[in-house]
């Protein structure tokens, strides 16, 4: 198998010096950021299939990526290029009667935990939270496919399946996802019956937020 640096060369050369349509074309309306003079790498995911691997760009001051699916060989070349959502995948559950603690100890398989208890201060410092809310996102990375990143999240709950299924009798609990985006890429969702069929045995519905970023191919 080649060396992650081949991949990413070779994928940085077509951000760089593009000979594909759609790079040109995306190009002239999203900016990839830099770091030391090369295209900023968010993340690269070899296991994507037998025969390709996907090298993910970081787009200048937006949350959704150029992803460069690179062949894995004996040759390797770029395939295709296009773009990636940026996703937020967790677990949240909210309740106006338990403390904070009270929901982490629903939940003690899972690190690390974040929220507050109701009556603490906002952020803001001007307000008081209303409702009591515990948080688990254990990849904070967001150039992940909603499928994938769904995938990975249902596997890390479903280590403690009768704890879920708890905190969702007991709160107000849901996956919940905030997805950023590409004005021009493809807008579609598709849950499968597996995980469906996941979720439900977790006890847990899914909220989905869409929020559309960048400019669109001219």
């Not at 949350?63 to 062949?71: A, D, R």
């Not at 060989?73 to 990636?84: A, D, R």
């Not at 959502?85 to 009270?102: D, I, M, N, P």
Request: charged share 30%; with cysteine.
């Amino acid at each position: 198998m080649k060396a992650e640096n081949t991949y990413i060369e070779v994928a940085s050369a077509e951000i760089l010096d593009p000979r594909f349509e759609t790079t040109k074309q995306l190009l002239e309306v999203c900016q990839v950021a830099l770091e030391n003079g090369r295209p900023k790498v968010a993340r690269f995911n070899e296991t994507y299939s037998e025969d390709k691997a996907i090298v993910y760009f970081e787009v200048k001051d937006e949350n959704y990526f150029i992803e460069v699916h690179v062949s894995k060989g004996p040759k390797v070349e770029v395939h295709s290029v296009w773009t990636e959502s940026g996703h937020r995948v967790y677990l949240t559950a909210t309740s106006k009667e338990l403390r904070f603690t009270q929901l982490s100890d629903q939940l003690i398989n899972f690190k690390p935990l974040t929220g507050w208890s109701k009556g603490d201060l906002r952020k803001n410092n001007a307000s008081k939270h209303t409702f009591s809310r515990v948080s688990f996102e254990p990849i904070k990375n967001q150039a992940y496919g909603l499928n994938e990143k769904l995938d990975l999240l249902l596997t890390e709950l479903e280590r403690d399946i009768e704890g879920v299924r708890e905190l969702s009798k007991k709160t107000k609990a849901i996956i919940a996802v905030c997805r950023r985006q590409y004005v021009s890429g493809n807008a579609g969702i598709h849950l499968d019956s597996k995980t469906v069929d996941r979720l439900h045995q977790l006890g847990l519905g899914i909220d989905i937020d869409t929020y559309i970023e960048g400019q669109e191919i001219r």
